[in-house]
């Protein structure tokens, strides 16, 4: 099937009750990686590139290698997305060259460092929601900051999503889905130590969803940084100090409080790096690049097939027929017109 809209992946989601990791990718082999792991557990997807992977790809390596995806993986759903889209025409730029879904994250600035008032993010993420549902393209929107930086991009602190005004950003700018604010931050150093409930507000991301119950919440920051890929990247050479990320059942907590999207970047590249430094400890004599990149893709698939189990979205590809954009684009006009 053709790539389809993350809004009718995280319907179905929602129907299901289950979440979708968003998977962030760069090359063709984490593209391969996370296909593989669609197929092997029978998952829809979303995959989705930052502005950093755009620039890296130029755009159209990442394109057709999503061509060569869908091509290749017929049977699995798989919806293309721009992560943390600073400005509304980043947010452009993507969709017309066929994202099926955008971020924009009014919450900073367009320098993506400065934190945006409410009545700026407002201003742009309705000016994208425009412009993407013409289309039937997915929006999401973030309120509040996240800590710590990624590609670049990140105000450093948490500034936790406020329920009153998540009601009343949802209700005028009409994004799809919502990034919240509730304690988890970019980056393989997320807290010092375990995380407990005075770290992840957990009680926030319920209150926001008895609120808001048809947007789909959106948990970022939320790789839970495996100790053992950790040692494993340590083992051979790296030198990552102590980390801890968001456990795997609190993640489960999120999904049954309405988070259907759950961003997962830092676990692939920990998979991806470990095991290329345990060839290059390793095998000294080698030189191809298949030797370590083959390594690389397997164990990223083996995390993310893991993932998709964890998130519940295993088994769940054959449930239901592609919606076009274009029937998107319909059913949102008629739902505009109905206001
Ligand atoms: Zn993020």
């Known amino acids: 099937m053709p790539l389809v809209s993350m809004r009718q992946l995280l319907d179905e989601a929602s129907r299901g009750g289950y979440g979708v990791g968003a998977f962030n990718v760069n090359n063709m082999e984490q593209i391969q990686a996370i296909m593989e792991a669609a197929r092997e557990t029978?998952?829809?997807v979303i995959i989705q590139a930052s502005r950093g992977a755009r620039s890296y790809t130029n755009d159209l390596f990442l394109w057709h290698l999503m061509q060569a995806a869908v091509e290749l993986y017929p049977e699995i759903p798989v919806a293309l997305h721009l992560d943390h889209g600073n400005e509304p025409e980043t947010c452009f730029s993507a969709i017309d060259l066929g994202f099926t879904s955008v971020?924009?994250?009014?919450s900073l600035e367009a320098d993506g460092k400065t934190?945006?008032?409410?009545?700026?993010?407002?201003?742009?993420?309705?000016?994208?929601?425009?412009?993407?549902h013409a289309r039937g393209a997915t929006v999401e929107g973030e309120l509040g900051t996240l800590g710590g930086i990624e590609d670049g991009h990140g105000f450093g602190e948490?500034?936790?999503?406020?329920?009153?005004?998540?009601?009343?950003?949802?209700?005028?700018?009409?994004?799809?889905?919502?990034?919240v604010a509730f304690g988890t931050s970019h980056g393989a150093y997320k807290f010092a130590q375990e995380p407990t409930g005075d770290v992840?507000?957990?009680?926030?991301?319920?209150e926001i969803h008895?609120?808001?119950?048809?947007?789909?919440?959106?948990?970022?920051?939320?790789?839970?940084?495996?100790?053992?890929?950790?040692?494993?990247?340590?083992?051979?050479?790296?030198a990552l100090k102590p980390?801890?990320?968001v456990p795997v059942k609190e993640i489960q907590l999120g999904i049954r409080h309405g988070v259907r999207k759950i961003n997962v970047d830092t676990d692939s590249r920990l998979a991806v790096t470990g095991a290329i430094r345990k060839v290059f400890a390793e095998s000294l004599e080698k030189f191809d690049p298949r030797d370590y990149?083959?390594?690389?893709?397997?164990?990223?698939?083996?995390?993310?097939?893991?993932?998709?189990?964890?998130?519940?979205?295993?088994?769940?590809?054959?449930?239901?027929?592609?919606?076009?954009?274009?029937?998107?684009?319909?059913?949102?006009?008629?739902?505009a017109a109905a206001v």
């Open 115 to 132: 934190p945006a008032s409410f009545e700026y993010n407002v201003a742009v993420s309705k000016k994208v929601v425009a412009y993407a």
């Open 243 to 245: 980390a801890w990320g």
């Open 103 to 106: 971020m924009m994250d009014g």
């Open 42 to 44: 029978s998952s829809p």
């Open 158 to 179: 948490v500034h936790l999503t406020d329920p009153d005004e998540a009601v009343e950003f949802v209700q005028q700018t009409g994004v799809d889905a919502l990034a």
């Open 210 to 238: 008895r609120r808001l119950p048809e947007t789909h919440l959106v948990m970022h920051g939320s790789s839970s940084v495996p100790p053992e890929l950790v040692a494993q990247v340590n083992q051979y050479g790296g």
């Open 293 to 335: 990149l083959k390594p690389a893709r397997a164990a990223m698939q083996k995390l993310i097939a893991g993932r998709m189990r964890d998130f519940g979205q295993a088994g769940h590809a054959g449930d239901y027929e592609a919606i076009s954009l274009d029937e998107m684009r319909v059913g949102y006009a008629a739902a």
């Open 200 to 206: 992840l507000k957990m009680d926030l991301i319920e």
